[in-house]
């Protein structure tokens, strides 16, 4: 008995070219939108914890001040660059949207001037470019206590240093950290760097004084001796 053969009928299917090019053109048209999008120029800087600097400054030390392309700015380089500013202790970068770059620096405090420069935090002198007056002068010469006279003083309270006037470097045969300190209020405090944060206590010591004015003794017995 003869086989039969059996017919296998091959369905053809249509290509969709309407699909492929609704595809393509979608594709293209998202591609470009990204590429748009990363070629966009910086438009907004905001800058935040600044208080010596200007928002001018850090952009400009950010190499931002001509608003590149978005694309062309990498965060690891702003930095960088950032902490190549003497007065700049840190900076955090980060962004929003596509085209904001959002700026938070902290900066180095300033501790005194010091033969007409300003000592920072870090230690360092720099010129007081920004004619910072609100520190108080060293009034002779600190060189053989420097590195000493900046960490301890740097622990000083920022209300409290601003009602330093003046400081003189007083060591005697006992200290060699001793310091005299002109205050605002025509008060006098001795103090050694060994009891330096002592010295954040001056607001409650000078309340009761009356209004007195005196010599307040913080290196040794912690008295106060009343003037006139």
């Known amino acids: 008995m003869t086989a039969k ?3 296998i009928k091959v369905k053809k299917r249509k290509i969709n070219y309407i699909r492929i090019i609704i595809t393509l053109l979608i594709i293209t048209v998202l591609v470009l939108i990204v ?3 990363l070629h966009l120029p910086v438009k907004n800087i905001y800058i935040t914890g600044n208080h010596i600097l200007s928002d001018k400054d850090i952009i400009s030390a950010s190499s931002l001040d001509n608003y ?3 694309i062309n700015t990498y965060f690891s380089n702003i930095k960088e660059k950032l902490l190549k500013n003497a007065y700049i202790e840190n900076a955090e970068i ?3 949207m596509v085209n904001k770059i959002y700026i938070n620096v902290s900066e180095y405090k300033p501790i005194a001037i010091y033969n007409d420069k300003l000592i920072l935090s870090s230690k360092q002198i720099v010129d007081n470019k920004y ?3 609100y520190v108080p002068y060293i009034t002779n010469k600190i060189d053989d206590i420097y590195d000493d006279f900046v960490t301890n003083f740097a622990k000083i309270d ?3 240093l601003l009602k330093i006037s003046h400081i003189e ?4 045969e006992v200290d060699k950290g001793r310091f005299i300190l002109y205050m605002v209020d025509a008060n006098y405090v001795h103090i050694t760097l060994t009891k330096i944060e002592k ?3 001056y607001n409650s010591i000078v309340s009761e004084l009356d209004g007195k004015k005196g010599i307040i003794y913080l290196d040794s017995g912690d008295y106060v001796e009343i003037k006139g």
């Open 158 to 160: 920022n209300d409290i």
């Open 5 to 7: 053969k059996v017919r």
């Open 94 to 96: 980060r962004r929003k």
């Open 35 to 37: 590429v748009h999008l």
């Open 199 to 201: 010295l954040n206590k």
């Open 169 to 172: 470097y007083a060591p005697n």
């Open 68 to 70: 590149p392309p978005y």
């Open 131 to 133: 004619n910072i007056d």
